[in-house]
């Protein structure tokens, strides 16, 4: 829809750095680099207007290679930077960039708080269910039993469900995409770019070195389609070979349903991403694809809410102060009761 | 009133029960001495429990005050009147009180319960057992009266008994010939809305001031005349009042927006309450879900182009090190003030100390160098962080702003500067390409202070990107270069005794420029070494006294200053670092003097030590 997109004021080629990427070839990196110079220039806003923020990890290198503003920062804390950043200079598109470690071990105190706050910036959760830049550790994502360098008996570590924890820290926008699916990241790039207030993308992201195929039954041809549910506003859960599948609840659980065999489509769940208690069960969608009869894995929006923003509270706070009179130096300096001497 | 006595200066301690309104009780008549035109010097005591059992030691609370008709520099190292509710609160401070000093006792606070609360019994009540002849003792029952007083005004018990320090306010009032209108004032602002709890505070505010005049055992009422200060107007501040002002003075002068990103800690959380308070003059408070998130909050919206500060005491400090290291590889401004309390790990924390200038210095993985200022006491921090905030933003660098719980809490009064007489703090953002030819923009392409420029997002055509890995010189670039690297942090520590060349030059406080003995002081030693040495040349005395602003870099003449006493004494709350600094770096026989106890010098503890070398 050309008529409906703004006018670029810069192409995505402008997007490159002259820095080298450094990412192991085949690296999922790559292509979340990619679709988000592709989406940018449509977002009819200067270049000079975004930052990238970032902590550590592979993932972190992201704002080297964006020739936007950016800050590479530490471990953990590219939540806490960009909030700060945010909250000063409400004008800028803030971005924060961080990986599975980075968000949801280190950082974890911060990003919940992030959410709940609710400032008006994307983040974008790269989840490769590793720590990559260390070389290959366990992370909080890994399913229990990962065998790694650390965990040569495999870890006894419970996992984290990251949509599902969103959901719990009151976030306004939990989404889910993955590296190997760039028109689906696109769109979900661009949903969260239109939302004001913190949206969460987590992208599945395919780590080569340490983790390779660790999403490859819902990035693959020969399984995705069964493996995977691309939820759809306002349009029912429906998924496998042919859109033969579906979902419909049964109360609150959810249950696949052979639409082939004689289902009635009517009877499907329709997604509503603004229906908090569904949004819920969906992120609890998170089986082990080697279960017998676990529900598809879902990918899309689960959820979205206009909630105020942070920094619009803390600025209408300064506004409302300020109309009762500008500070004055003079008058803070003096206080309230004074004296003279000689 | 006739037949007043008249007296050059008066140290009175309040004590009683964390809910016995004694910081209240104190910062009234405080209030009332600054009005008079007295100078004053405060000290609250508090206990690390906001409510300790009941009439327990733990459970005292205490707030000092020196007030006279001379120039002071500190709240007294020892009583005149120790005003007490309870028998614990007696406990807890006697040995503050001179020989022949006053006692005003809540007779009350004095029965079996309280005694054996304080671990005491009848036998060993300091009432009975002769243990406080060498005092002049007044016992009154102030919860009988009050209540007495109360009883008919509605109000509980409970409430009731929280009007006794006004009436202990109120005879403390006549006794020193004040006037009670501005406690009444300011009672009426904090009970506006309670009118009952108002009539009660100021009944029993009046009925102890007319206790007074009526009773016989108050013969004698004083007088302390006003000082002879400075010509002026005068106001009264505490430290941690200051140095918001200070942040919020130096982000006018800036012309910039004030963001600070702190997680409350004692003693440092009132200067968070008070920036709190000032959002008309744009400032923004980010209270954090912990001190990381704090300082690292800070560092975004100094890369955003406020004036960025963070704001914690010692365990918070040691959280944010990581940042720290990471604004100084940034090269952002950044102001870290830190309030000092007694450590190590949460330690005294309601207690002071000078005990983390180590920490400031060297408190952080790899060479990290940053500046260092610190206050000499209440009002000075308002122009320590002033000039620690003009260092930042003019040198790209962070700087820790040193106070301490002392500084913090207590109070002076202050000739309060005028906007316009305040040194300007001139800075601008980059908005042009840097490079030779124009084309790039270079963000560590450093000017004759080493210091790089600050081009912030929104600014078209200057996109670049910082971050915490080594950079190449000029470029900004990642660089893992081994030459580049030791070239890069040699230069990092250079940028920093670079500020020397845009610091004042170190004075003496007092003293000749030459002899035997300078004591070298930094931080809130600095009113009882400066009467200490006053006394010292009082008695013909030859001793000089220099105190430091800036830790880092020291002023460039402070090695020539040094090297002209055959000995410097350093006194310092700690086991002993500015000491070893200076040692290190100027071969000079400096001698330690410590005090490691959670509470400041006694002018006499310096006084002793002096006389032990001249
Ligand atoms: C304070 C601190 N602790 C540890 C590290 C080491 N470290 C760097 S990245 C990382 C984990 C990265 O994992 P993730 O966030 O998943 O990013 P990925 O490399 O997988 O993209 C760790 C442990 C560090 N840089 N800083
Ligand atoms: S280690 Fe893994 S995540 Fe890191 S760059 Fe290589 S492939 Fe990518
Ligand atoms: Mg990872």
Same mark, same amino acid.
């Given at each position: 829809m050309a008529t409906e997109t703004q006018t670029p004021l810069f192409t995505s080629k402008e997007l490159v750095t002259d820095q080298e990427v450094r990412w192991c070839p085949g690296c999922g990196d790559y292509s979340i680099l990619k679709q988000v110079q592709t989406v940018l220039p449509d977002f009819g806003r200067p270049k000079e207007e975004f930052v990238f923020v970032s902590g550590i990890g592979c993932s972190s290198r992201f704002p080297y290679y964006m020739e936007t503003y950016g800050m590479h920062t530490i471990h953990g804390r590219a939540t806490a930077v960009a909030s700060g950043l945010k909250i000063s200079r409400p004008d800028l598109s803030v971005w924060i960039v961080t990986g599975d470690g980075d968000a949801l071990s280190i950082g974890s105190g911060h990003f919940i708080h992030l959410l709940r706050r609710n400032l008006d910036v994307n983040v974008l959760l790269f989840n490769n269910q590793i720590y990559g830049l260390t070389k290959g550790q366990y992370s909080p994502t890994s399913e229990a039993g990962k065998v790694t360098k650390s965990s040569p008996m495999g870890s006894v570590d419970h996992p984290f469900n990251p949509a599902a924890l969103c959901m719990g820290a009151d976030s306004t926008f939990v989404a889910r995409s993955m590296d190997r699916d760039p028109k689906h990241l696109q769109s979900v790039l661009k949903r969260a770019y239109g939302h004001k207030g913190t949206s969460m993308v987590e992208i599945y992201q395919n780590c080569n070195v340490f983790n390779d195929g660790a999403f490859e039954i819902f990035t693959e041809k020969g399984s995705k389609k069964l493996e995977t549910l691309f939820m759809e506003q306002g349009k029912p859960l429906i998924f496998g070979e042919n859109g033969d599948k579906g979902i419909r609840l049964d109360g609150f659980k959810p249950i696949v349903v052979d639409i082939a065999g004689g289902a009635s489509a009517n009877d499907l769940w329709i997604h509503d991403e603004t229906d908090r208690v569904k949004a819920t069960i969906l992120t609890r969608f998170f089986d082990n694809p080697v279960m017998e009869n676990h529900l598809p894995r879902p990918f899309g929006i689960f959820y979205t809410e206009e909630r105020g923003t942070y920094e619009d509270g803390v600025n209408e706070q300064i506004e409302r102060a300020q109309q009762k009179g500008l500070g004055d130096l003079d008058k803070l300096l003096k206080g309230r009761e004074t004296w003279m001497v000689g | 009133m006739a037949g007043a006595q008249q007296l050059s200066s008066v140290v009175i301690r309040f004590a009683g029960d964390s809910g016995d309104g004694m910081q209240l009780t104190g910062s009234q008549f405080t209030n009332s001495a600054a009005l008079i035109g007295n100078d004053l010097s405060t000290f609250p005591d508090f206990p690390a429990e906001i409510r300790a059992p009941l009439g327990t030691l733990p459970g005292v609370s205490g707030f000092q005050l020196h007030f006279s008709s001379e120039a002071i520099y500190t709240p007294g190292d020892i009583c005149d009147v120790l005003v007490v509710m309870n028998v614990a609160a007696l406990k807890v401070n006697i040995k503050q009180l001179k020989d022949g000093g006053t006692i005003i006792l809540n007779t009350d606070g004095f029965d079996p319960k309280n005694l054996r609360l304080a671990g005491l019994t009848e036998e060993t009540n300091p009432l009975n057992d002769g243990s406080l002849d060498k005092f002049q003792v007044k016992q009154i029952d102030v919860t009988k009266m009050v209540r007495e007083l109360l009883k008919e005004s509605g109000l509980g018990v409970k409430e009731?008994?929280?009007?006794? =320090?006004?009436?202990? @306010?109120?005879?403390? *009032?006549?006794?020193?010939?004040?006037?009670?209108?501005?406690?009444?004032? $300011?009672?009426?602002?904090?009970?506006?809305?309670?009118?009952?709890?108002?009539?009660? =505070?100021?009944?029993? @505010?009046?009925?102890? *001031?007319?206790?007074?005049?009526?009773?016989?055992?108050?013969?004698?009422? $004083?007088?302390?005349?006003?000082?002879?200060?400075?010509?002026?107007?005068?106001?009264?501040i505490t430290g941690n009042e200051a140095t918001a002002y200070g942040l919020i003075a130096a982000a006018q002068k800036a012309n910039l927006s004030l963001f600070l990103g702190a997680y409350p800690i004692t003693p440092a959380s009132d200067v968070l309450h008070e920036l709190s308070k000032h959002k008309n003059f744009g400032v923004r408070t980010f209270q954090a879900e912990d001190e990381i998130a704090g300082i690292a909050s800070a560092i975004g919206a100094a890369y955003g182009g406020s004036l960025a500060v963070t704001l914690s005491s010692g365990p918070g400090i040691a959280l944010k090190g990581e940042a720290i290291g990471l604004a100084a590889m940034m090269e952002l401004p950044l102001v870290i003030c830190n309030v000092q309390r007694g450590g190590p790990s949460t330690g005294l924390p309601t207690k002071t100390e000078q005990a983390d200038l180590m920490q400031a210095y060297y408190g952080r993985n790899g060479e990290c160098p940053v500046a260092i200022v610190s206050a000499n006491g209440p009002s000075d921090a308002f122009f320590a962080v002033y000039e620690a905030c003009r260092i930042a933003l003019q040198h790209m660098i962070p700087v820790f702003c040193l106070t301490d719980g002392y500084i913090a809490n207590g109070a002076e009064p202050w000739k309060f500067p005028k906007s316009a007489d305040l040194p300007k703090i001139n800075l601008s953002f980059t908005t042009e390409k840097n490079s030779d030819d124009k084309n790039k923009f270079l963000p560590y392409l450093r000017d004759e202070k080493l210091s790089r420029p600050w081009a912030i997002p929104g600014t078209p055509g200057l996109e670049h990107r910082i971050g915490g890995l080594e950079k190449q010189a000029v470029s900004g670039n990642i660089s893992y270069d081994t030459d580049n690297h030791e070239f890069m942090v040699k230069l990092r520590q250079e940028k920093v005794d670079r500020i020397a060349d845009y610091i004042p030059l170190q004075t003496l406080d007092s003293g000749e420029e030459q002899g035997d003995l300078l004591i070298l002081g930094w931080g809130s030693t600095y009113g009882a070494i400066k009467t200490a040495v006053k006394q010292a040349h009082n008695e013909g005395k030859k001793v000089s006294h220099a105190h430091l602003r800036h830790l880092s870099p020291f002023p460039k003449n402070l090695g020539e200053i040094l090297k002209n006493f055959k000995q410097v004494l350093v006194p310092e709350m700690n086991n002993g670092q500015l000491v070893k600094i200076i040692r290190d770096k100027y071969f000079v026989n400096a001698i330690p003097l410590n005090k490691i106890q959670g509470l400041p010098f006694k002018v006499d503890e310096i006084k002793q030590a002096i006389e032990k070398f001249v």
């Amino acid at each position: 829809m050309a008529t409906e997109t703004q006018t670029p004021l810069f192409t995505s080629k402008e997007l490159v750095t002259d820095q080298e990427v450094r990412w192991c070839p085949g690296c999922g990196d790559y292509s979340i680099l990619k679709q988000v110079q592709t989406v940018l220039p449509d977002f009819g806003r200067p270049k000079e207007e975004f930052v990238f923020v970032s902590g550590i990890g592979c993932s972190s290198r992201f704002p080297y290679y964006m020739e936007t503003y950016g800050m590479h920062t530490i471990h953990g804390r590219a939540t806490a930077v960009a909030s700060g950043l945010k909250i000063s200079r409400p004008d800028l598109s803030v971005w924060i960039v961080t990986g599975d470690g980075d968000a949801l071990s280190i950082g974890s105190g911060h990003f919940i708080h992030l959410l709940r706050r609710n400032l008006d910036v994307n983040v974008l959760l790269f989840n490769n269910q590793i720590y990559g830049l260390t070389k290959g550790q366990y992370s909080p994502t890994s399913e229990a039993g990962k065998v790694t360098k650390s965990s040569p008996m495999g870890s006894v570590d419970h996992p984290f469900n990251p949509a599902a924890l969103c959901m719990g820290a009151d976030s306004t926008f939990v989404a889910r995409s993955m590296d190997r699916d760039p028109k689906h990241l696109q769109s979900v790039l661009k949903r969260a770019y239109g939302h004001k207030g913190t949206s969460m993308v987590e992208i599945y992201q395919n780590c080569n070195v340490f983790n390779d195929g660790a999403f490859e039954i819902f990035t693959e041809k020969g399984s995705k389609k069964l493996e995977t549910l691309f939820m759809e506003q306002g349009k029912p859960l429906i998924f496998g070979e042919n859109g033969d599948k579906g979902i419909r609840l049964d109360g609150f659980k959810p249950i696949v349903v052979d639409i082939a065999g004689g289902a009635s489509a009517n009877d499907l769940w329709i997604h509503d991403e603004t229906d908090r208690v569904k949004a819920t069960i969906l992120t609890r969608f998170f089986d082990n694809p080697v279960m017998e009869n676990h529900l598809p894995r879902p990918f899309g929006i689960f959820y979205t809410e206009e909630r105020g923003t942070y920094e619009d509270g803390v600025n209408e706070q300064i506004e409302r102060a300020q109309q009762k009179g500008l500070g004055d130096l003079d008058k803070l300096l003096k206080g309230r009761e004074t004296w003279m001497v000689g | 009133m006739a037949g007043a006595q008249q007296l050059s200066s008066v140290v009175i301690r309040f004590a009683g029960d964390s809910g016995d309104g004694m910081q209240l009780t104190g910062s009234q008549f405080t209030n009332s001495a600054a009005l008079i035109g007295n100078d004053l010097s405060t000290f609250p005591d508090f206990p690390a429990e906001i409510r300790a059992p009941l009439g327990t030691l733990p459970g005292v609370s205490g707030f000092q005050l020196h007030f006279s008709s001379e120039a002071i520099y500190t709240p007294g190292d020892i009583c005149d009147v120790l005003v007490v509710m309870n028998v614990a609160a007696l406990k807890v401070n006697i040995k503050q009180l001179k020989d022949g000093g006053t006692i005003i006792l809540n007779t009350d606070g004095f029965d079996p319960k309280n005694l054996r609360l304080a671990g005491l019994t009848e036998e060993t009540n300091p009432l009975n057992d002769g243990s406080l002849d060498k005092f002049q003792v007044k016992q009154i029952d102030v919860t009988k009266m009050v209540r007495e007083l109360l009883k008919e005004s509605g109000l509980g018990v409970k409430e009731i008994d929280r009007c006794k =320090n006004m009436f202990v @306010l109120g005879l403390l *009032f006549w006794m020193y010939n004040r006037d009670m209108t501005p406690t009444i004032g $300011y009672l009426e602002g904090k009970f506006g809305k309670k009118p009952d709890i108002l009539k009660a =505070n100021i009944s029993a @505010l009046k009925t102890g *001031f007319a206790f007074g005049e009526t009773t016989e055992s108050f013969a004698v009422t $004083y007088e302390v005349n006003k000082a002879i200060l400075p010509k002026g107007e005068y106001r009264s501040i505490t430290g941690n009042e200051a140095t918001a002002y200070g942040l919020i003075a130096a982000a006018q002068k800036a012309n910039l927006s004030l963001f600070l990103g702190a997680y409350p800690i004692t003693p440092a959380s009132d200067v968070l309450h008070e920036l709190s308070k000032h959002k008309n003059f744009g400032v923004r408070t980010f209270q954090a879900e912990d001190e990381i998130a704090g300082i690292a909050s800070a560092i975004g919206a100094a890369y955003g182009g406020s004036l960025a500060v963070t704001l914690s005491s010692g365990p918070g400090i040691a959280l944010k090190g990581e940042a720290i290291g990471l604004a100084a590889m940034m090269e952002l401004p950044l102001v870290i003030c830190n309030v000092q309390r007694g450590g190590p790990s949460t330690g005294l924390p309601t207690k002071t100390e000078q005990a983390d200038l180590m920490q400031a210095y060297y408190g952080r993985n790899g060479e990290c160098p940053v500046a260092i200022v610190s206050a000499n006491g209440p009002s000075d921090a308002f122009f320590a962080v002033y000039e620690a905030c003009r260092i930042a933003l003019q040198h790209m660098i962070p700087v820790f702003c040193l106070t301490d719980g002392y500084i913090a809490n207590g109070a002076e009064p202050w000739k309060f500067p005028k906007s316009a007489d305040l040194p300007k703090i001139n800075l601008s953002f980059t908005t042009e390409k840097n490079s030779d030819d124009k084309n790039k923009f270079l963000p560590y392409l450093r000017d004759e202070k080493l210091s790089r420029p600050w081009a912030i997002p929104g600014t078209p055509g200057l996109e670049h990107r910082i971050g915490g890995l080594e950079k190449q010189a000029v470029s900004g670039n990642i660089s893992y270069d081994t030459d580049n690297h030791e070239f890069m942090v040699k230069l990092r520590q250079e940028k920093v005794d670079r500020i020397a060349d845009y610091i004042p030059l170190q004075t003496l406080d007092s003293g000749e420029e030459q002899g035997d003995l300078l004591i070298l002081g930094w931080g809130s030693t600095y009113g009882a070494i400066k009467t200490a040495v006053k006394q010292a040349h009082n008695e013909g005395k030859k001793v000089s006294h220099a105190h430091l602003r800036h830790l880092s870099p020291f002023p460039k003449n402070l090695g020539e200053i040094l090297k002209n006493f055959k000995q410097v004494l350093v006194p310092e709350m700690n086991n002993g670092q500015l000491v070893k600094i200076i040692r290190d770096k100027y071969f000079v026989n400096a001698i330690p003097l410590n005090k490691i106890q959670g509470l400041p010098f006694k002018v006499d503890e310096i006084k002793q030590a002096i006389e032990k070398f001249v």
